[in-house]
């Protein structure tokens, strides 16, 4: 059974708590699970998490385009395998956080959000 899940919510209010609870309790029930996170969950995705944070103020638009490549590859090297493999793959944040940040918080129009997601993430959810 495939299945994926996001945990989405404001900073510290419990959503990796929450992910690593449903991921524990799915492993102990025998299920296919793997946890992953966003920013991150892959090498590439960590390095650019760690540049990100320490780059200062980065232009919307570049913010938004790294974000997606990043999730672009943790789909590509982690999330679409697993899906495909059957297991449940639990997303400590993904593309709502993206809405929340860089559309609002950032103000990039929503549109446009929705079109490098779909080239970054096709067939995610």
């Known amino acids: 059974m495939s299945l994926f899940i996001t945990f989405e919510g404001g900073e510290g209010c419990g959503k990796s708590t929450q ?7 799915l492993l102990k029930s025998g299920l296919p699970a793997i946890l ?14 760690r540049w990100l944070k320490g780059e200062g103020e980065i232009d919307p638009l570049t913010e938004l385009l790294l974000f ?3 999730r672009a590859h943790l789909v590509s090297q982690v999330i679409r395998p697993a899906l495909d493999g059957g297991s ?7 593309y709502h956080s ?3 940040y860089q559309g609002y918080g950032r103000g990039r ?3 446009g959000i929705a079109a490098v997601y779909t080239l ?5 959810g």
């Open 98 to 100: 993206t809405i929340a």
């Open 68 to 70: 997606n490549a990043s």
């Open 120 to 124: 970054a993430a096709p067939g995610a």
């Open 109 to 111: 129009g929503l549109g």
């Open 19 to 25: 992910a690593r609870g449903l991921y524990r309790r």
């Open 36 to 49: 992953t996170h966003e920013p991150g969950g892959t090498p590439l995705g960590n390095d650019l998490r």
């Open 88 to 94: 449940i793959v639990i997303c400590d944040r993904f």
